[in-house]
């Protein structure tokens, strides 16, 4: 079974749209987390969700916002797209400090 | 920036050869982590090693700490055309709520 699965894998969508990247970890994690990867491979922490505590990197825009349903959930909702969004999603979670668990990927394409 | 930095950025050897790869980081750290990402896909993690361990064995993996230097390396033995990949090392800072990603190496182990 999956350990962190996101969806969708790939996501193409216009300038202005807005768009909600899901994520789900099965591993009993108390601690979930967002990355930006960009063209260059650069990992850049976006949110950590800890027990309903969220932590936000300052850097990123307004225009991201992460929502929480249960602790097994970290969904990304994206408004207003930007062509310099485009990039590529990771979720990960975590038990406190120790070892992440990535998903896949969402490939984000803004045209 | 808590951002740690790797060297070389790209390295290209052949199979059954070692791989080196360095990791210096500028805070205080917590635990430091290895991870690795083939082409397209999401980061699988290696190895954590934690500020009061010096060196961890995984495998053909040999992670060192030296947190005087601050400085971390991954050592590959034999390696394989498999292992192709880039590989990141992160830091879990003393009092920070996520990890910081390095640079990366991409490394190309040639059959």
């Known amino acids: 079974d999956t350990a962190v699965s996101q969806t969708p894998k790939y996501l193409v969508t216009q300038m202005g749209n807005d768009k909600s990247i899901k994520c789900e970890q099965n591993?009993?994690?108390?601690?979930m987390y967002w990355y930006k990867q960009d063209s260059k491979k650069f990992l850049k922490i976006m949110f950590s969700?800890?027990?309903?505590?969220?932590?936000i990197n300052e850097t990123v825009p307004n225009r991201f916002s992460p929502k929480s349903p249960d602790k097994a959930h970290l969904n990304l909702h994206i408004n207003s797209l930007e062509l310099g969004d485009s990039a590529v999603y990771f979720c990960?979670?975590?038990?406190?400090?120790?070892?992440?668990?990535f998903g896949p990927g969402t490939r984000l394409t803004v045209l | 920036s808590q951002q740690g930095e790797e060297d070389p950025q790209a390295l290209s050897i052949q199979e059954g050869e070692n791989a080196t790869m360095n990791c210096s980081y500028k805070?205080?750290?917590?635990?430091l982590q290895w991870y690795r990402q083939n082409s397209g896909r999401g980061l699988v993690h290696l190895i954590l090693?934690?500020?009061?361990?010096r060196e961890k064995h995984s495998g053909r993996l040999r992670v060192t700490l030296d947190t005087s230097k601050k400085s971390s390396s991954l050592l590959i033995t034999a390696s394989r055309a498999a292992d192709t990949a880039s590989y990141f090392c992160?830091?879990?800072?003393?009092?920070?709520?996520?990890?910081?990603f390095g640079t990366g190496t991409r490394l190309t182990v040639i059959p």
């Open positions: 090693i934690r500020s009061n361990e």
């Open positions: 805070t205080s750290i917590n635990n």
């Open positions: 992160a830091t879990f800072g003393t009092g920070a709520n996520n990890l910081f």
């Open positions: 990960a979670s975590s038990h406190g400090r120790d070892t992440q668990y």
């Open positions: 969700y800890n027990n309903k505590e969220l932590i």
């Open positions: 591993l009993g994690h108390d601690t």
